[in-house]
């Protein structure tokens, strides 16, 4: 069965952090890339940041030097450290294959940076 299970989100101050996990079913992780993807209110779901099975990373423009993505390989889990957070990181996040699967996509972790 696919499964993706994201956790972690919450309210943060701009300049907080937050660490999110996205535990995924073997199928999808154990040879794929995995991706952290976002959806902000009235926009479309965007790539965040990739790993690939070898650790090789890749980060959108907005969030390099903010953001660290990570797996571990064993656990079948992908993380996403997020630092010096500002209001327009706002969205829900979610976790999937890179590229996406579609159609297979978890609930997602809400994220709201706001004073």
């Known amino acids: 069965q696919v499964q993706l299970v994201e956790s972690g989100g919450g309210l943060v101050q701009p300049g907080g952090s937050l660490r999110l996990s996205c535990a995924a079913s073997g199928s999808i992780f154990r040879f794929n890339a995995m991706g952290w993807y976002r959806q902000a209110p009235g926009k479309e779901r965007e790539l965040v940041a990739r790993?690939?099975?070898?650790?090789?990373?890749y980060y959108a423009d907005s969030v390099k030097g903010r953001f660290t993505i990570s797996r571990d390989n064993a656990k079948n889990t992908v993380y996403l450290q997020m630092n010096s957070l500002k209001p327009e990181d706002t969205a829900v996040y979610y976790c999937?294959?890179?590229?996406?699967?579609?159609?297979?996509w978890g609930q997602g972790a809400l994220v709201t940076v706001s004073s």
């Open positions: 999937n294959r890179f590229p996406a699967l579609t159609g297979v």
């Open positions: 790993i690939t099975t070898r650790g090789s990373t």
